[in-house]
């Protein structure tokens, strides 16, 4: 019977890890439903990114207060969890605080968690604040009802609970506090506890760490269902981010040639075609089999902190665009057609697509193309990329454009000018007096 709780530990911590490696395999899948891209440019600027965006949060601080407290909830929950370490080969070794034969430096790293723990509660209770006291408008926009907003305060409630069993598990740790070694908040905390039995805080201290365990492998198993996914994302999706000038867009070579051979009349037009310059099968994207494994990335990344809807001119003036909703609506009709595969083996026809059901053509049109939400994210996302690509397949499958835009297709096409005005015509502002 003396092994029970390491058996029952083991089977708590296969269960965990087995689930959430089962949902990230579900992840995988549902990524590589979307078109294989060529991955260019340097390798060593793609590290670099990640080390500056992904690790070291250089975008998040542009919003210096909410930047810097983020900061410290992600270092301090990761730095904390290093814990989590001594927490498994504990209860497989049925041993208790194992790495505490390191003395002082184990002294050093559970005060430095302590600390830390109590940096992250403060943090966490002024994000809830500012969501829901101080009710911020981007974090009240349409698309952040229902679920997203549920979900949003949730994971802060989770890691509220979290750091407070930490401490708890520290405070009444009679062996840990006897040590009086890193114990530099707990020692404060043990005196709640001054009244209770040496039993009771063993019972105490026993509670706080199964519950602490049991809650972080609730919470990996939660980021499948939620927006901090971002949390184990953030850094491959950072390492495919854009290398290239935020304003450029990608040219289909198979159109480019149609162009040349126009205006080329010497151009031989059936002269083989160039490597990767072959007419798609479609042009742009009506559904998310049409986007790229990348662009399904950034869906699943997608934070939903808002900072790219704040930042979009056409949000500001009351246009129905927000490129957040962009990227929620994607990764909602991902799922949808995960689920669909999961139920049916191969993916069967649901009279459904991303375009219309999840995302509006007015939405789509509203975009200014201004990259301002791309230079927002923190994460390196590219909700432009998503809107381009369905406007394209509005125009190049549907011709849907927008009467305005077909109007100056036109002009380009019969004036090589967006301008009413015949060709003959377009110097005579030269002769004006």
């Given amino acids: 019977m003396t092994y029970l709780p390491n058996i029952l530990f083991l089977l708590t911590l296969s269960l965990g890890i087995g689930y959430f490696a089962k949902n990230i395999r579900r992840v995988i899948r549902n990524i590589k439903l979307g078109q294989e891209v060529k991955v260019s440019g340097s390798a060593a600027q793609r590290w670099k990114n990640v080390l500056l965006i992904a690790l070291g949060q250089s975008k998040m601080v542009v919003r210096p207060v909410s930047g810097m407290m983020h900061i410290i909830v992600y270092l ?82 989770f890691e509220m609970v979290l750091m407070t069993l930490f401490l708890i598990m520290n405070a009444t740790d009679g062996h840990f506090q006897e040590m009086n070694n890193g114990n530099i908040i ?28 049991i809650g972080i492998l609730v919470f990996l198993n939660y980021l499948y269902f939620s927006k901090h996914l971002h949390i184990l994302l953030a850094f491959p999706n950072v390492y495919f981010g854009k290398l290239t000038a935020p304003g450029k867009f990608q040219n289909l070579e198979s159109v480019t040639n149609e162009v040349k051979l126009m205006m080329d009349p010497t151009a031989d037009p059936y002269a083989t075609p160039a490597e990767g310059s072959e007419t798609p099968v479609k042009f742009g994207a009506s559904d ?38 962009i990227m929620m609506d994607t990764r909602d009709r991902l799922e949808e057609v995960g689920r669909n595969i999961d139920k049916n083996g191969t993916f069967q026809s649901d009279g459904k697509q991303l375009l219309d059901d999840y995302i509006s053509r007015e939405e789509l049109w509203a975009c200014t193309t201004c990259n301002a939400c791309v230079e927002a994210c ?14 394209q397949y509005l125009v190049m499958e549907q011709s849907a454009a927008p009467n305005e835009l077909n109007v100056i297709m036109t002009n380009i096409e019969n004036n090589a000018a967006p301008w009413p005005f015949n060709q003959m015509d377009r110097a005579n502002w030269i002769n004006e007096s």
């Fill in 378 to 391: 923190p994460v390196s996302i590219d909700p432009l990329s998503i809107i381009m690509d369905m406007r």
């Fill in 186 to 213: 707990s020692q404060y905390v043990a005196g709640w506890f001054s009244s209770y039995s040496e039993n009771s805080l063993h019972l105490i201290e026993r509670t706080a760490w199964w519950l602490h365990i």
């Fill in 288 to 325: 998310v089999m049409d986007l790229s494994r990348i662009q399904l990335l950034n869906a699943y990344t997608c934070t939903e902190c808002g900072r790219c809807t704040s930042e979009c001119p056409a949000n500001q003036t009351g246009k129905k665009l927000s490129p957040r909703k």
């Fill in 76 to 157: 301090g929950f990761v730095i904390i969890n290093l814990e989590v370490l001594e927490i498994i080969i504990d209860g497989v070794l049925g041993t208790h605080r194992v790495f505490s034969f390191m003395g002082e430096f184990y002294g050093f790293l559970i005060g430095s968690f302590e600390l830390l723990a109590v940096l992250v509660l403060i943090a966490v209770i002024v994000f809830w604040l500012r969501r829901n006291a101080l009710k911020i408008k981007r974090f009240w926009k349409p698309e952040m009802k229902g679920w997203p907003k549920k979900d949003a305060d949730f994971i802060l409630y």
